[in-house]
């Protein structure tokens, strides 16, 4: 059973720094991507950095330069290094991940089938 677990929400300042982790376990897939989103208050559910099991990274053009995507032990750990916040990055933040062949993977059209119960980033100004 496929499980991801989020963590290292908590409330900073404008201009600090969080770093979130999302354990993973019981993931099957060899070929795969992974990353973050997150929910505003009223608003609706955002991408905010993935990265797949070729290394590629990407970045919602708000965070970029801010945040950093990362995986430790490759797929068993999912990393999210956030500089530099700011109050609009509040949000309840999920770890997600594909489930598909490396064949499917390969055409690039998948969706995040997976998905953790959220933590929440609160960035006062």
């Known amino acids: 059973q496929v499980q991801l677990v989020e963590s290292g929400g908590g409330s900073v300042q404008a201009g600090g720094s969080l770093r979130l982790s999302c354990a993973v376990s019981g993931y099957p897939f060899s070929c795969y991507s992974m990353g973050w989103f997150r929910q505003a208050p009223g608003k609706e559910r955002e991408g905010v950095a993935s990265i797949d099991s070729d290394g590629r990274t990407s970045y919602a053009d708000s965070v970029k330069g801010r945040f950093t995507i990362s995986n430790v032990n490759a797929k068993s750990t999912l990393i999210l290094q956030m500089n530099s916040l700011k109050p609009e990055d509040t949000a309840m933040y999920y770890c997600?991940?594909?489930?598909?062949?490396?064949?499917?993977?390969?055409?690039?059209?998948?969706?995040?089938?997976?998905w953790g119960i959220g933590t929440l980033v609160t960035i006062s100004s």
């Open positions: 997600a991940a594909s489930g598909v062949s490396c064949n499917v993977y390969k055409t690039g059209r998948y969706g995040m089938v997976y």
